[in-house]
Nanobody
Framework: QLQLVESGGGLVQAGGSLRLSCTAS????????RGWFRQAPGKEREFVAA????????RYSDSVKGRFTISGDNAKNTVYLQMNSLKPEDTAVYYC??????????????WGQGTQVTVSS
């Protein structure tokens, strides 16, 4: 089974930046896409960003496009989410995910435990 562990969350002022990291361990084999979801208080979990195994393809939600960048380092089994120009509405628990390329934006098969990101106004 694949384990995903996030780090890098915290409190930041609006306009600031944070970088989230997610390292995979356990049953790592084959190729799989990686991604990030988030869940704000009182809201449903939503897709944020995804990257293919090779890194050639990335996808973003409209709400973060142009502000967030997803990248990966397969040698370290780690994916990153660089978040710039943060807004209070970005406040949420951010979850690292892994799954097939086809389903990574809708139904990932593996989830991390989540890391809190709080953006103050």
């Amino acid at each position: 089974q694949l384990q995903l562990v996030e780090s890098g969350g915290g409190l930041v002022q609006a306009g600031g930046s944070l970088r989230l990291s997610c390292t995979a361990s356990g049953r790592i084999g084959g190729t799989y896409a990686r991604g990030w979801f988030r869940q704000a208080p009182g809201k449903e979990r939503e897709f944020v960003a995804a990257i293919s195994f090779t890194g050639a393809t990335t996808r973003y939600s409209d709400s973060v496009k142009g502000r967030f960048t997803i990248s990966g380092d397969n040698a370290k089994n780690t994916v990153y989410l660089q978040m710039n120009s943060l807004k209070p509405e970005d406040t949420a628990v951010y979850y690292c995910t892994a799954g097939t390329t086809v389903a990574i934006t809708t139904a990932p098969t593996s989830w991390g435990q989540g890391t809190q990101v709080t953006v103050s106004s």
